[in-house]
């Protein structure tokens, strides 16, 4: 048990730039005071020693804002980061090593007894906010942004984003141009745990942004043929259709999204 606080405590380091000493880390985390409490818990609910679990849980609640529940299994060196408002459910298994900011739900979607907490693998990290509900899997590596609520599996490497959530896949072994700024965008918006960056991507706007463009082509491919048809002597087309552009979307907020979509259709090495 010893060996788990020295390994704790030196992956508040890796983890946390503001981390100056192992004192401060001991005194004024209260996520690694939950998480040593829960170890205490949880060893006394696997006793059968329920009612003395739940008042050491409700104990570390009051003590620290972050109630988990004694029955939840938790990996090594888990940090749970400010941590307030942060729940974590009876079934909900984490991996060694995840990373869950303040106001995290690790939740159920049903009342029927069983597995119906969500399991979170190794290096998974979960952004403030973040709603992960019902018996899924978070695999290794993944990333889910701030804010998101999440009611689907997230495969290994991924980062999920929005409400619902919706998957940006990680491939590592992708060596083009493209893959590896696809997979710097998806690091970056993991590990943004407060989603005040001005460049994270949203698949919904970029998606909007694509099927934009591709009206565009149409009405253009369109126009071609209406030219062709009048000078073969048709009489056709002859209004001209309304133009659509990113601008027209300026009151909804995405419009930059929908103008950088678009330069991303046209040239592939962005």
């Not at 133009?243 to 979307?249: K, V």
Request: charged share 25%.
């Amino acid at each position: 048990m010893f060996s788990d606080f020295r390994d704790d405590i030196k992956s508040v380091f890796h983890r946390d730039p503001a981390a100056k000493s192992s004192i401060e880390v001991i005194l004024n985390y209260p996520g690694l005071h939950a998480v040593w409490i829960h170890r205490i818990s949880h060893k006394l609910w696997l006793k059968k020693l329920g009612w003395l679990a739940r008042i050491l849980s409700t104990f570390a609640r009051f003590l620290t804002g972050i109630e988990i529940h004694p029955g939840a299994s938790l990996g090594r060196r888990v940090f749970i980061d400010h941590g307030m408002g942060v729940v974590i459910g009876e079934t909900a298994v984490l991996g060694d090593d995840v990373t869950l900011y303040h106001g995290v739900t690790l939740g159920g979607t049903t009342w029927n007894k069983g597995k119906r907490h969500p399991t979170l693998k190794n290096n998974a990290v979960v952004g403030a906010g973040a709603k992960i509900l019902g018996p899924i899997t978070i695999g290794e590596n993944a990333r889910v942004g701030s804010n998101s609520v999440v009611v689907k599996d997230v495969p290994d490497d991924a980062t999920c984003v929005g409400i619902p959530g919706r998957i940006i896949q990680m491939q590592k072994k992708q060596g083009s141009q493209n893959g590896s700024k696809r997979i710097e965008i998806a690091k970056k918006y993991g590990f943004d745990a407060y989603a005040v960056a001005e460049d994270n991507p949203d698949p919904v706007a970029n998606a909007m942004g694509l099927l934009l463009e591709h009206v565009h082509l149409m009405d253009k491919k369109v126009e071609e043929m209406c030219g062709v048809i009048q000078s073969l002597g048709g009489d056709v087309c002859t209004d001209s259709l309304p133009h659509i552009s990113a601008e027209d979307f300026e009151k909804t907020g995405i419009s930059p999204v929908l103008k950088k979509a678009q330069v991303e259709a046209f040239d592939p090495h962005i």
